[in-house]
Antibody, heavy 119, light 110 residues
């Protein structure tokens, strides 16, 4: 059974940094592109960042470009999101999701982790 | 990248049909046949319903169907059931490895 479990969320001050992790199991992690998506409280979903299966290419939403980095360790079956220069508008539940094999949709999602940006 | 446009809310009675629209641009919905739809119940992670305009997820009831015309995609749910009450999001591939979502539609089953 596919499982994605996020960790590393919490309270951080504006301007601060935080690293999220997503532990994957139940599938061949190194075969799939992975994504980070987020949802601000009471708001809709937003694409944040994506990475190819081998980590060779990364993609970012304009809103986080140059502040966030995405990476993965296929030996540890873990996806990461390093967030820097955090702003109040970055406060959201962050989801890691698997991009379907050969497709352009998110077929499995983690349960989400809350990031609160506040002084 | 601007969000796709969805109605904030729709409602219907059990057994009825509803349609949720999702309007984008010629750079996303209109350009790619890569629109997906997600259902999200309160406090839960989203779940994919439809991919590539009209491909139902494995095991999904045929009460759910998708379509697209020009820059607008649509999700139709027929034979509404109480369990369909949820938030629904459309999403389109927007090129260069990025995606754009709609603002979400709250479905109320009266």
């Amino acid at each position: 059974e596919v499982s994605l479990v996020e960790s590393g969320g919490g309270l951080v001050q504006p301007g601060g940094s935080l690293r999220l992790s997503c532990a994957a199991s139940g599938f061949s992690f190194s075969d799939y592109d992975m994504q980070w998506l987020r949802q601000a409280p009471g708001k809709g979903l937003e694409f944040v960042s994506g990475i190819t299966n081998n980590g060779a290419r990364t993609y970012f939403a304009e809103s986080v470009q140059d502040r966030f980095t995405i990476s993965r360790d296929n030996s540890k079956r873990t996806l990461y999101l390093q967030m820097g220069s955090l702003k109040p508008e970055d406060m959201a539940v962050y989801y890691c999701a698997r991009l379907s094999g050969g497709g352009y949709y998110f077929d499995y999602w983690g349960q989400g982790i809350l990031v609160t940006v506040s002084s | 990248q601007s969000a796709l446009t969805q109605p904030a809310s729709v409602s219907g009675s059990p057994g009825q049909s509803i349609t949720i629209s999702c309007t984008g641009t010629s750079s996303d919905v209109g350009f790619y046949n890569l629109v997906s739809w997600y259902q999200q119940h309160p406090g839960k992670a989203p779940k994919v319903l439809i991919s590539e305009i009209n491909r139902r997820s494995s095991g999904l009831s045929d009460r759910f169907s998708g379509s697209k015309s020009d820059n607008t995609a649509s999700l139709t749910i027929s034979g509404l059931q109480p369990g369909d009450e949820a938030d629904y999001y459309c999403c389109s591939y927007a090129g260069s490895g990025t995606y754009v979502f709609g603002g979400g539609t709250k479905l109320t089953v009266l």
